[in-house]
Nanobody, 121 residues
Framework: QVQLVESGGGLVQAGGSLKLSCAAS????????MGWFRQAPGKEREFVAA?????YYANSVKGRFTISRDDAKNTVYLQMNSLKPEDTAVYYC?????????????????WGQGTQVTVSS
């Protein structure tokens, strides 16, 4: 089973960009489908993006966020552009041992600790 550590969060003004990274331990990283989720205060955790052979995005981030992975570095990324205050949340990286990703948090069995993203208006 992999272990996940996110980094790259921070405070940014609306319209700015951030790139999140999720480093995974283990030698079978390429066998995992990876996802990014986020949770804002008082709200449920929601799907943001996922990647296996293809990429998948929530409608709210499509065209602004890009998920990618580097299996040689055991890392998945989330490039976030044109950030909005409503993107403010704790962002979590998640992994599932499958060849295809899922859009629900229940389908993932390994989670990182989360990284805070705050977008000021």
């Amino acid at each position: 089973q992999v272990q996940l550590v996110e980094s790259g969060g921070g405070l940014v003004q609306a319209g700015g960009s951030l790139k999140l990274s999720c480093a995974a331990s283990g030698r079978t990283f390429s066998s995992y489908a990876m996802g990014w989720f986020r949770q804002a205060p008082g709200k449920e955790r929601e799907f943001v993006a996922a990647i296996s052979r293809g990429t998948y995005y929530a409608n709210s981030v499509k065209g602004r966020f890009t998920i990618s992975r580097d299996d040689a570095k055991n890392t998945v990324y989330l490039q976030m552009n044109s950030l909005k205050p409503e993107d403010t949340a704790v962002y979590y990286c998640a992994a599932r041992m499958a060849s295809f990703p899922a859009l629900t948090s229940e389908a993932y069995d390994t989670w990182g600790q989360g990284t805070q993203v705050t977008v000021s208006s």
